[in-house]
T-cell receptor, first 113, second 112 residues
Framework: SAVISQKPSRDICQRGTSLTIQCQVDSQVTMMFWYRQQPGQSLTLIATANQGSEATYESGFVIDKFPISRPNLTFSTLTVSNMSPEDSSIYLC??????????FGQGTRLTVV | GNSVTQMEGPVTLSEEAFLTINCTYTATGYPSLFWYVQYPGEGLQLLLKATKADDKGSNKGFEATYRKETTSFHLEKGSVQVSDSAVYFCALILTGGFKTIFGAGTRLFVKA
C-alpha cells in the first residue's frame, strides 16, 4: 500500500490569487494523478504527473491554470492559479500501486471567496 | 469509451435494512473494479476491490461480485448501520492504464 500526505488540508483564498498543493508519497511511484471533486460531484482527473516530463492534462484542463511539478518520484505539486469561486473544490492526489489499486490523499478542501 | 454508471442517489434506508447500490461499466479489455467510500468531510477510502471475473470483494460487511457477463459490480450489505452513511463511488482501472474512472457517486443516508 501507499501512504499519501497532502498539504494543506484546507484553505480559504481570495479570488485572483494562487494556491500550491503538495503531495508526498511514502514510496517511489512512476505516475501521480491529480483529481478535482466539485461540491456534490464525482472525481474528475485533472492531469497525470510523470517524473522528468511535462504533465499530461485531460480535456478541459490547461497548464496555465493548473501547473504541476514533479521533481522526484515521491513528490508533486499542483497549483491552482488566478482562482475564482468556481475553483472551490476538493483536490486529491492519487497514485496506483500493487495490483492496479489507486490510493488517495485526504484531499485539499479549497474555498475561494 | 470507458465509463462507470451507478444508481442515482440519495438512497435513504432504515438501520438494519438491506443495501444494494447498482454499478455497471463499459470498458475495453479487462478492468479491475473498485468501490470507494467517502465519509462526510473526509477523503476517499478503498472499500473493496475485484481484479477478475467472478471475484468477490468484501470488507466491513459489504460485498460486490465482478460479473463480466453483465458488466456489473453491484455493492450489497445485509444490514446497514447509521455509521454507513456516506457517498459510495464505483470505479475501474484498465489493465496497464493506471487512470481511475469513477462513477458519479451514490449518497447513502441511514436513519436510526
Amino acid at each position: 500500500s501507499a501512504v499519501i500526505s497532502q498539504k494543506p488540508s484546507r484553505d480559504i483564498c481570495q479570488r485572483g490569487t494562487s494556491l500550491t498543493i503538495q503531495c508526498q508519497v511514502d514510496s517511489q511511484v512512476t505516475m501521480m494523478f491529480w483529481y478535482r471533486q466539485q461540491p456534490g460531484q464525482s472525481l474528475t482527473l485533472i492531469a497525470t504527473a510523470n517524473q522528468g516530463s511535462e504533465a499530461t492534462y485531460e480535456s478541459g484542463f490547461v497548464i496555465d491554470k493548473f501547473p504541476i511539478s514533479r521533481p522526484n518520484l515521491t513528490f508533486s505539486t499542483l497549483t491552482v492559479s488566478n482562482m475564482s469561486p468556481e475553483d472551490s473544490s476538493i483536490y486529491l492526489c492519487s497514485v496506483v500501486g500493487g495490483l492496479t489499486e489507486a490510493f488517495f490523499g485526504q484531499g485539499t478542501r479549497l474555498t475561494v471567496v | 469509451g470507458n465509463s462507470v454508471t451507478q444508481m442515482e442517489g440519495p438512497v435513504t434506508l432504515s438501520e438494519e435494512a438491506f443495501l444494494t447500490i447498482n454499478c455497471t461499466y463499459t470498458a475495453t479489455g479487462y478492468p479491475s473494479l473498485f468501490w470507494y467510500v467517502q465519509y462526510p468531510g473526509e477523503g476517499l477510502q478503498l472499500l473493496l476491490k475485484a481484479t477478475k471475473a467472478d471475484d468477490k470483494g468484501s470488507n466491513k460487511g459489504f460485498e460486490a461480485t465482478y460479473r463480466k457477463e453483465t458488466t456489473s459490480f453491484h455493492l450489497e450489505k445485509g444490514s446497514v448501520q447509521v455509521s454507513d452513511s456516506a457517498v459510495y463511488f464505483c470505479a475501474l482501472i484498465l489493465t496497464g492504464g493506471f487512470k481511475t474512472i469513477f462513477g458519479a457517486g451514490t449518497r447513502l443516508f441511514v436513519k436510526a
